[in-house]
């Protein structure tokens, strides 16, 4: 079982290169308000920088359409991760793929987030370290290929990993040295962290 590895809120080369450097699946570029933001032309410098078989994902909460139009339009990432509702009533172009975001708490529509291909599950606000239900991310994880997201760190998420099954794990706030910047080693262990029990479980299921 390998877990798909997404490092978000990425700013820099440095830390941009890190999480390549290290094996990460996907990277993402936060185009909303966050300690975390980049303007659109920054993104598109750290997108050019990233090797092939890595997935760009550009991170939006809410859009307007001028926002959606140039980040599907200029940026032109490999997924747009929004919110799920953000999508209803927009296309998105060929080539560039969603990830909905699913918020734990009182109106989950968990019924909606089996329907999706993929979904990504966190807690009600995002870039915070706060960490869903994973009993209930446990529940939803054979539903879709879900990715995990929330107070996760090289410290907890190999446990996470054996509770929750998840199809993906996403960091941001669990790989920082302060608050928006992102720490080149911490990504390394996180990355490192997630490895070590796929293999364990790869030999469980034998």
Request: aromatic share 4%; charged share 25%; with cysteine.
């Amino acid at each position: 079982m390998r877990v798909f590895v997404k490092i978000c809120g990425l700013r820099d080369a440095e830390a941009l290169r890190a999480a390549v450097e290290a094996g990460a699946d996907a990277v993402g570029f936060v185009l909303a308000a966050s300690p975390r933001r980049v303007t659109l032309h920054e993104a598109r410098a750290l997108a050019a920088q990233v090797p092939p078989g890595i997935l760009r994902v550009a991170v939006l909460k809410h859009p307007d359409e001028a926002l959606w139009r140039a980040v599907t339009e200029e940026l032109r990432p490999d997924w747009v991760q929004s919110d799920a509702g953000d999508f209803a009533g927009r296309v998105l172009p060929a080539g560039i793929e969603a990830l909905p975001v699913y918020r734990d708490g009182a109106g989950l529509d968990s019924a909606a987030l089996g329907r999706e291909d993929r979904a990504l599950f966190e807690a009600v606000a995002s870039g915070a370290g706060m960490r869903p239900d994973w009993d209930r991310a446990a529940a939803l994880a054979p539903l879709t290929r879900l990715v995990l997201a929330g107070g996760l760190d090289a410290g907890n998420v190999a446990e996470a990993i054996r509770r929750v099954r998840p199809w993906g794990v996403d960091v941001s706030s669990g790989v920082e040295a302060s608050r928006g910047v992102k720490d080149p080693q911490r990504i390394r262990d996180f990355v490192a962290a997630v490895r070590r029990p796929e293999q364990d479980i790869g030999h469980a299921d034998q």
